[in-house]
């Protein structure tokens, strides 16, 4: 490159403007000047950024089809850029309310002084390619989990070129289906992460591999852990609906003590069922020791309770599910059981809008979930959810079946023996973590198991009333974390070993104070 300009000729090498592009980046986003810190919700504002992505990475067209994917960055704590980039693995759903959730990503950052970027998932949130018809064939085979990781793979290689930062270590990082990503992300691109800390990733049961507990054994015992018989009243409270749902009669009183907006019929009685069983799935998933989501503390303590002191006991059961249902600010004059459960592939729940068709797309192909249940290890009516109906399933929805052993195939089952750097966190309180990898399965890949923990809590900011597992999961983390980022040499060519570890700030979250002698980790 060069520039003319009163007889003035000067050439710029390509280390100048990289210098140049990391200055402007430097300026723009406030980069290595003390102005590090964190709000006191643990959460700081993001800037919203839009890659161009490919919308088929393994096909090659002359003028290829691509979209917009949006990202969010947040940079106030990066020290240089050889200190680290912590990358979020989108999962299904609008990347903000993920960053929302995820204040240990920014406690990381902070002490490692890291580059902090959440990229969303494709077909989700802003990120969608075809606009309304995306859910429409051909279109809506483009969302796969291979095409996802491709993405993130190319927008990270991106960043670290236009930063100038090619020797930054990225730690990706993940909860849920998210967490699944980055475990996936370090087994298929170990060249673009250096490690992944996978959150409540349930990797076993999406690859349709037995696994214990299973998910609605685990929603059972949460509702029996503090009020024993919680679990015996709902199943009593089912029995007398079922009874009660062989008359027209009965169905009128179920309606009515349930405060159904409609009557039922008996065509609906399994949508009841389906209704109230996914409302305790979600309370044991945000099970957390502080109000959440405009559920109270210990939601599931919260749920039995109601249960418990009421004397209509299918009334009773109405209110425990309400605390789920009913919590906004305008309480609920009745309940709507078709409009607050929609039945879709995954058994334990979808969502709706946009988002909810990709994610039942999504447990049609590659990630299935099919949990039954049994009325003995667990409190809901017997229900088989097989292969079979949920290939009828989705062959009549979006016209395709699911390949079953796919997951197996693709992302290794479970035999992780030959994988690296990845942490596996699962709190026993989650209905996943039956799915989830719960032993170590080396010295690089291993688990952390929260005994106090709902639904990735560990990736949630740190909190006054998190129970001492969550904070010594944390720390464990961490540990691993700084073993990753300062295992990078500063270059292909360094002869000197490895890099001296890098700088950190001092930190006072409750973590940060174990993070040095944690389980004997060094």
């Not at 969302?143 to 993405?151: G, I, K, N, P, V």
């Not at 749920?303 to 249902?325: K, M, P, R, T, W």
């Not at 990078?488 to 001092?506: A, C, F, I």
Request: proline share 6%.
């Amino acid at each position: 490159v060069s520039t003319q300009s009163t007889g003035v000729n000067m050439r710029l090498s390509p280390i100048d403007i990289g210098f140049l592009g990391l200055l402007i980046f430097c300026v723009q986003y406030n980069v290595f000047v003390n102005s590090c810190t964190l709000p006191a919700s643990g959460v700081p504002p993001y800037k919203v950024e839009w890659y161009t992505q490919f919308v088929d990475h393994f096909d090659y067209y002359t003028t290829p089809q691509v979209y917009q994917q949006q990202y969010l960055i947040w940079s106030d704590c990066w020290m240089s850029p050889n200190h680290p980039i912590f990358f979020y693995t989108g999962n299904e759903g609008e990347i903000t309310d993920f960053w929302d959730d995820s204040g240990f990503v920014f406690e990381l950052a902070y002490q490692f002084g890291g580059l902090v970027v959440f990229a969303e998932h494709r077909y989700y949130g802003s990120s969608i390619p075809f606009g309304s018809n995306s859910w429409k064939q051909p279109y809506i085979g483009y969302l796969t989990t291979e095409q996802a990781l491709a993405d993130y793979a190319v927008l990270l290689t991106h960043l670290k070129a236009s930063l100038s930062a090619p020797l930054a270590p990225v730690v990706a990082v993940g909860g849920s289906y998210g967490g699944m990503l980055a475990a996936w992300m370090r087994m298929k691109y170990p060249n673009v992460v250096v490690g992944a800390l996978a959150a409540s990733a349930p990797i076993l049961s999406a690859a349709g591999l037995p696994h214990d507990p299973p998910y609605f054994t685990t929603v059972t015992n949460d509702a029996g852990r503090t009020y024993g018989h919680c679990k015996d009243y709902v199943r009593r409270a089912f029995t007398e609906i079922l009874q009660l749902s062989n008359t027209s009669q009965g169905l009128s009183e179920v309606s009515s003590r349930m405060n159904l907006c409609k009557h039922l019929t008996i065509n609906d009685v399994e949508q009841l069922i389906l209704w109230i069983t996914n409302a305790f799935g979600n309370l044991a998933m945000f099970d957390y020791p502080y109000p959440v989501y405009s559920l109270p503390q210990w939601a599931v303590d919260a749920s039995c309770a109601n249960l418990l002191s009421n004397e209509d006991i299918i009334n009773g059961l109405a209110q425990a599910v309400g605390v789920y249902y009913n919590n906004s600010a305008t309480p609920l004059t009745c309940f709507d059981i078709f409009s607050e459960f929609l039945f879709c592939a995954d058994q334990t729940g979808c969502g709706g809008g946009p988002d909810g068709l990709s994610w039942d797309y999504q447990s049609c192909t590659e990630i299935m979930f099919y949990p039954s249940t049994n009325f003995v290890t667990d409190m809901f009516p017997p229900r088989n959810w097989t292969m079979n109906k949920l290939s009828e399933y989705c062959l009549l929805t979006w016209g395709v079946t699911p390949r079953f052993d796919w997951l197996n195939t693709l992302y290794w089952g479970d035999h992780l023996e030959t994988a690296s750097n990845i942490v596996f966190s699962n709190g026993l309180l989650d209905p996943w973590h039956g799915g989830g990898v719960l032993h170590n399965v080396s010295d690089t890949v291993v688990s952390v198991i929260i005994a106090e923990g709902a639904h990735h809590l560990d990736l949630r900011s740190s909190n006054d009333a998190d129970p001492q597992s969550v904070i010594v999961a944390r720390a464990t983390e961490a540990v691993y974390v700084r073993k990753w980022i300062n295992n990078v040499k500063l270059s292909k060519t360094d002869n000197r070993g490895h890099q001296p570890p890098l700088k950190e700030r001092e930190a006072g979250f409750p973590w940060s104070k174990l993070a040095h002698v944690v389980n004997g980790v060094s």
